[in-house]
């Protein structure tokens, strides 16, 4: 009997766009709580499903062990959800007033408050005006 030997990866890309205008696009992490999100889906599929992306104003580089973000401003329900082959995409749209200030951090979650965080991202700084609206597209690709 032979060994066969398979390794699975996640990677997740954001998108970050300002009244319509992609301003920033970046890999982000996946951290431990996310890697041990997608066993606990494959197994029962007993934890909530991703639908919510949060933005931060919040310092320091992502780390695996990260469980939230540094300094959470404003949380909002994904408005879109959907598969291509390996790529999972979620959009989330942030109206005007919903996120004021100078944003920097963004995480992926499966719940309105608290939750799992699947992955964290720094962006920026980009600062947003009570007038601004803005959008993130988060990529997870299974390799």
């Known amino acids: 009997m ?7 990866c996640l990677r997740g890309s ?6 319509g205008v992609v301003v ?6 996946v951290v431990d ?9 494959i197994l029962d ?4 499903v991703l639908g919510w992306i949060a933005v931060g ?9 990260n469980t939230a973000l540094a300094n959470e401003l404003s949380r ?8 291509v082959g390996n790529i999972v995409t979620y959009v989330a749209n942030f109206g005007p007033g919903v996120a004021v200030g100078t944003l920097t951090e963004a995480g992926l979650f499966n719940a309105a408050g608290a939750g799992i965080m699947m992955s964290r991202v720094n962006v920026g700084p980009h ?3 009570p007038t601004s609206s803005f959008s993130i597209t988060w990529n997870i690709e299974v390799l």
């Open 45 to 48: 599929g007993s934890s909530a």
């Open 57 to 65: 104003t919040g310092a320091g580089a992502p780390a695996a062990g």
């Open 2 to 8: 032979s060994n066969i030997t398979s390794h699975v």
């Open 24 to 29: 920033e696009s970046k890999k982000n992490l």
């Open 76 to 83: 909002v329900a994904v408005s879109s959800a959907s598969r």
């Open 33 to 41: 709580t996310g890697k041990d999100y997608v066993a606990s889906r």
């Open 127 to 129: 600062t947003i005006s």
């Open 14 to 19: 954001v998108d970050f766009m300002v009244d």
